[in-house]
């Protein structure tokens, strides 16, 4: 049986008819058409997946969408704002961290929470928070510098 | 080396922003309408005869548009490997027996996953198991179960579609061996007998698993009135894939589409057909719907492919010096229950080890031989990591007996460049020596080496093609000026993550006078885009960026003829800079592009300045070489890598700490130098996989670490400090020097690491993964 759902997904509202065990992550892509967000290991162990859930990172593959009401949902579509790149993507796009991109949206997603809670963290600190995103590419090291760039931009810019 | 502009240059990649934004479209995000989900009912069973399926339950549910299996797919045949001698064993659906847990029986489309999937659950098979064997050692003993008998051949073969005069014959097979290979050089005999010293090791590599992120998918659409099929598919270039949807879905080449999509993530594990695809390409044209099918990771790893099990054994004979007499090499090769790629990676272990070792006498023998287990396919390197683990940990092991230094060894060794391969391949470029230089000064193997104190340093070495012949035997590229006197570039490659759209959009744009945000990328679509070689097959630089190369010079000289005769001069007095023909003497007196195009429509009978370069990996070779014998021409250009390791070993718990790993590649020419590190760290990272925990375990048949969670590749935490070296010899066959530079360092970090563990222990693992628990065994053994 479907219920009505009201989900707020990157400043949008939105109401849907929706089963109540479908995931947030199939009502993003398939619902909402926001397939930035990526299906890569179905059980949360991949982080590819990610988004952010009131500023926090959430495996939107083990969420349920009707958890997700009332809270702010941010997508990798979120985050650059009126044409611009988010510092986070600029630096991901200049550090060349990008390769197949599969994993590019969880991780961004990932960093933005890091660095929203902790603007200039240890190269330790990034890997841990990036600890739960697998890439398969880059072997992550443009992507911790990128993650590095990004927080020393935001640092000289304030 | 030639000043260049845009090439050598680390621009920025043209995908990343797209990829950034979630806006890059892989096939997993395409919906097309009345789209139908498809689902596959896969055997429980290694090893059995279907008695008996029953599907009428499934057919009448609600929401099911499809169901079919073998008797509806009967006859079609299809493999990585369909040649005379080897003609193709596989099929979309199993017609009477199953020879792996996770081969399809039957198939559903229906209008959504979860109807699909329930539909499955109403499909009734029954089986008459079958007794099954699991070692290929003893599936080659007589009275072992047999796993196929007879390879009976389509009506034609593909070597034969693709035009050798040959016809395939059913193939027996006997012992379960599926395929052999013999190769040698020299007299092996009388090379082990003027030897001082000889060594015997035998080596294992087990199944391990590429792990892209983006899971195995496809979305197929038949048009019944056009009888035309349009797809989208994870792939490594469009050529392969589509000939064989064509053959086996009975339609002609030019009506099967594939469109262009990103690809995430491929290493080897998107090359080949795969059973999902046909079977999606079959229900969409029964039904006249669109049919997608996106496969889980637990299909994924159980039921597509892994990298190749193998069983290495060596045999070298030294001089005392270190000279490599002679050197005899047994493979087994572990291949599954169909053939797939056994041939080629026995094939490619000889033909990418041949470069390294300048090796007088050599022999090398191996059997691809049938098990009940899933089917071993290219992951990245394809031959290259099983071989080099067993060749230069055993090097090591040598030098050491001998007081030797591993490194001085490895040196001895060497070819030279201008060397002569037994094959006639020239070795025009060959900086293995500066690569094993670099990274051994990397990591202070001088000082560091041989104090077995729970620390040390290794070191091993990689090589492989930049390209080689297969079909259709050509890469080509068009280039068209545009009215604003920009470019638009069309070519077949297909961007899985390796580079390749913004290479080539630097390649066009350095012969253009243009900036690569000036190039416009038609890529990766089959009937837009001419043919190519397509990137599996290590050329993406070195063959299809020579065709984009020659493309681009086409339209510059026909921009520059055009320019010279409305500038009244000659071509020579002309040269070309940001997007304006000049002439040199005046630059006063120049032309901007879109006025030479509109001059060149107006005077040259409409002309609009179209430009066409083609190329062929090995300009001499008219076909492919034998892969049973090792015989012919194989590569114009080998790329070489050499990685260096230091480790910690904590002794009472076995665990291996990476401190560092110094990874060194001469791909040529670094067209862009920030995409080579990219390659490189990849393939560090990959490598310290391989050797420290990726292995896909199989029991009886069963895939039991199906998931990421129980399937562990590195992440963050697990990558030490990755230092890539780039030796640039600027090869005279590549654009601009370049060679490969994406596969082939890979199988150059296991015997780094294994070496580097023995250094630290003096206990020798000739098995990967190497775990805790091994490391405790062996530190146990050599206490005995």
Redesign the interface.
């Known amino acids: 049986m479907k219920q009505l759902i009201k989900l707020r997904v990157n400043g949008e509202s939105y109401e849907l008819q929706v089963e109540p065990k479908r995931l947030l992550v199939d009502v993003l892509?398939?619902n909402l058409g926001?397939?930035?967000?990526?299906?890569?290991?179905?059980?949360g162990?991949?982080g590819?997946c990610t988004v952010l859930i009131n500023g926090t990172p959430v495996l939107s593959c083990l969420t349920l969408a009707i958890e997700a009401q009332g809270k702010d949902i941010l997508?990798?579509?979120g985050?650059?704002r009126n044409g611009q790149?988010h510092p986070l993507?600029q630096a991901?796009?200049?550090?060349?961290a990008?390769?197949?991109?599969?994993?590019?949206?969880g991780m961004?997603l990932s960093a933005k929470a890091l660095l929203d809670e902790n603007p200039q963290p240890t190269k330790a600190e990034?890997?841990?928070a990036?600890?739960?995103?697998?890439?398969?590419?880059?072997?992550?090291?443009?992507?911790?510098k990128a993650v590095e760039a990004a927080a020393q931009k935001t640092k000289e810019e304030k | 080396m030639a000043e260049h502009k845009v090439v050598g240059k680390p621009v920025l990649r043209v995908d990343a922003k797209s990829k950034a934004t979630g806006g890059a479209k892989y096939t997993t995000d395409i919906v097309l309408p009345r789209m139908l989900h498809g689902k596959i009912l896969r055997s429980p069973y290694p090893h059995a005869r279907i008695v008996k399926i029953d599907t009428s339950k499934a057919e009448r549910m609600p929401g099911v548009e499809a169901v079919i299996t073998g008797k509806d797919t009967a006859g079609i045949r299809f493999g990585f490997v369909d040649t005379p001698r080897y003609p193709a064993d596989e099929h979309p659906l199993a017609e009477d027996k199953v020879c792996y847990i996770g081969e399809g029986v039957a198939a559903v489309a229906a209008i959504d996953e979860d109807t699909a999937i329930e539909a499955l659950k109403l499909i009734e098979v029954k089986y008459e198991e079958l007794p099954a064997v699991f070692d290929p050692e003893e599936a080659m003993k007589d009275g072992a179960p047999k796993i196929h008998e007879i390879i009976i051949p389509a009506k034609t073969c593909a070597w034969e579609d693709w035009g050798v005069p040959r016809k395939a014959k059913p193939l027996e097979i006997k012992n379960n061996i599926a395929t052999t290979l013999n190769v040698s050089h020299g007299d092996i005999e009388q090379g082990f007998r003027e030897s001082d010293y000889i060594r015997e090791d035998r080596f294992f590599i087990p199944t391990n698993a590429h792990v892209c992120l983006e899971p195995h998918d496809i979305l197929a659409s038949y048009d019944p009135f056009y009888q035309k099929l349009d797809v989208w598919l994870g792939h490594m270039g469009y050529e392969l894939k589509r000939y064989w949807l064509a053959k086996t879905l009975g339609l002609p080449i030019a009506k099967v589409r594939t469109h262009n999509v990103y690809v995430g993530g491929a290493f080897g594990g998107k090359v080949t057909i795969f059973p999902y695809e046909v079977i999606a390409g079959f229900l969409s044209m029964k039904t006249g719907r669109p049919v997608k099918m996106v496969l889980t990771r637990h299909e994924v790893f159980a039921a597509t492919c892994s990298d190749h099990r193998m069983i290495v054994e060596v045999k070298t004979g030294v001089k005392r010096d270190g000279t490599i007499m002679a050197q005899e090499i047994k493979m087994i090769n572990d291949c599954g229950g169909y053939r797939g790629s056994s041939p080629v990676v026995m094939f490619l272990s000889y033909s990418y080890s041949k470069p390294i070792y300048n090796v007088p006498n050599i022999k090398y023998e191996g059997k691809g031989v049938y098990t009940n287990k899933m089917i071993g396919h290219p992951k990245r390197g394809h031959g290259l990591n099983q071989i080099r683990f067993a060749l230069d940990s055993q090097v090591d092991m040598i030098a050491r007996e001998l007081g030797l230094d591993t490194v001085e060894m490895m040196l001895k060794n060497l070819y030279k460049p201008g060397d002569v391969l037994p094959n006639g391949d020239i070795l025009y470029t060959y900086g293995l020596p500066e690569c094993i230089r670099k990274v051994a000064e990397a990591v202070d193997w001088k000082n560091k080496r041989g104090k077995h104190n729970g620390r040390g340093v290794g070191i091993g070495l990689g090589a492989g093609d930049s390209g080689l012949p297969y079909w259709p035997f050509a890469a080509a590229a068009i280039v068209r000026l545009n009215h604003d006197g920009t470019a638009t570039l069309y070519n077949g490659a297909v961007e899985f993550g390796q580079g390749s759209d913004t290479i080539l959009c630097q390649i066009a744009a350095e012969e253009l006078g243009m900036q690569t945000e000036d190039i416009t990328l038609i890529s990766n679509d089959s009937e837009l885009c001419p043919m190519d070689y397509n990137n599996w097959l290590s050329g993406g630089a070195k063959v299809t960026g020579e065709a984009v190369k020659r493309a681009a010079i086409d339209v510059r000289m026909q921009l520059t003829e055009c320019a010279a005769m409305a500038l009244e001069t000659k071509a020579e007095e002309l040269e070309i800079k940001d997007r304006h023909i000049y002439v040199k003497s005046d630059p006063e007196k120049k032309m901007a592009f879109d006025e030479i195009l509109r001059y060149s429509i107006q005077k040259r009978h409409g002309d609009c300045i179209i430009g066409k370069g083609y190329v062929k990996a090995v300009d001499e070779v008219e076909f492919y070489p034998s892969i049973s014998k090792g015989t012919g021409r194989f590569t114009e250009a080998y790329a070489f890598s050499a990685t260096a390791a230091e480790v910690e070993v904590d002794q009472e718990t076995g665990r291996v700490k990476v401190l560092k790993l110094a990874v060194a590649d001469d791909c040529g020419f670094d067209i862009n130098p920030v995409n080579v590190e990219g390659q490189l760290e990849s393939q560090g990272a990959m490598g310290l996989g391989d050797t420290l925990f990726e292995e896909v375990l199989i029991e009886e048949g069963k895939v039991t670490n199906p998931t990421l969670a129980d399937y562990k590749i590195p992440g963050t935490i697990d990558m030490p400090e990755i230092e890539t070296i780039s030796v640039q010899t600027v090869d005279p066959k590549g654009p601009y020097g370049a060679k490969e530079v994406g596969e082939f360092a890979r199988g150059s970090v296991p015997p780094a690491i294994a070496n580097a563990i023995f250094d630290a222990i003096g206990a020798r693992i000739y098995s990967l993964p190497i775990t805790p628990e091994k490391i405790l065994e062996a530190l146990k053994n050599k206490k005995k």
Request: proline share 2%; with cysteine.
């Open positions: 892509r398939d926001l397939t930035g967000t990526k299906k890569a290991c179905e059980f162990n991949c590819s997508t990798v579509e985050l650059a790149l993507q991901f796009v200049e550090h060349g990008i390769q197949c991109g599969f994993c590019t949206p961004l990034i890997k841990e990036l600890s739960g995103n697998l890439c398969r590419c880059t072997g992550y090291a443009k992507i911790i």
